[in-house]
């Protein structure tokens, strides 16, 4: 009985994916894959969500060393406001994003007002609203390596003389640094893969905000083969990702 639910659920699971395999238009893929509108989401994609993530080791990596090492009164609740994205539907998000950073924002107001910006419906705003997703994964890989991490060589360059700034960039930096990659990688994934928070907080503009996702999104309307050929893509990605990181999925294991 245990084997047939098994197999029920792997096939619930698999047969989307062959799904998109056995319905795509293999014959016309080069010529799918050159047309301009695929370029230009693509290009777009693999900017935001490498600039996205590039934000997130700078402000992630700082946060999850303080979630880690330090003790401070309320880090559970901070634990999980920082965790609160991996859960929050990505709209809720957009709009959250729109109430803080948009023109009549909490913030938006005066970025607008002091230095002439908006970010809302632009290529920053898809950086933001895709690093708003993506940070809690960064910060969650990153804390457990730190918290896994030896605390002894730290403690031994201390009493050499070395300062914390050179005790972290020197000694824990290279110990956690498996953890900073694993979490940068599923960082820039969900970035690329970033649907709902990114067309609430940056609309669906080609050229500008329209990423792979939104392009999958509007040509199902117009151009199915065209939406196949993207999440294809997006398929292989997701594929090479797992890949990469299932060795180190199974020696944690």
Excluded: H, K
Excluded at 24 to 45: D, F, G, I, K
Excluded at 68 to 85: E, M
């Amino acid at each position: 009985m245990l084997m047939v639910l098994a197999v029920a659920g792997m096939a619930f699971l698999v047969l989307p994916l062959a799904g998109l395999l056995v319905r795509a238009p293999w014959s016309t893929m080069p010529e799918r894959l050159a047309e301009p509108q695929v370029l230009e989401a693509l290009r777009l994609s693999l900017v935001t969500a490498t600039i996205a993530t590039a934000v997130c080791l700078v402000l992630g990596v700082p946060l999850a060393w303080l979630l880690a090492r330090v003790p401070f009164p309320g880090r559970r609740l901070v634990r999980a406001l920082v965790t609160i994205p991996l859960v929050l539907p990505p709209v809720v998000g957009g709009v959250a994003l729109l109430l803080v950073l948009g023109r009549r924002g909490l913030v938006g107001q005066w970025l607008e007002s002091t230095f002439g910006f908006s970010l809302p419906f632009t290529t920053a705003g898809v950086v933001v609203a895709e690093a708003f997703v993506a940070m809690p994964f960064l910060v969650i890989s990153v804390e457990g390596a730190l918290r896994a991490a030896d605390l002894r060589y730290e403690e031994a360059a201390a009493t050499l003389g070395a300062s914390r700034w050179i005790v972290f960039r020197r000694v824990t930096m290279p110990l956690i640094a498996p953890g900073i990659v694993a979490g940068a990688v599923l960082c820039w994934a969900r970035a690329l893969g970033e649907f709902g928070a990114t067309i609430t907080f940056a609309g669906n503009f080609p050229g500008r905000t329209q990423t792979m996702p939104l392009a999958v999104y509007l040509a199902l309307e117009t151009e199915p083969d065209a939406a196949i050929v993207l999440s294809l893509l997006l398929l292989v990605v997701s594929v090479a990702i797992l890949a990469g990181l299932r060795d180190r999925w199974v020696t944690s294991a």
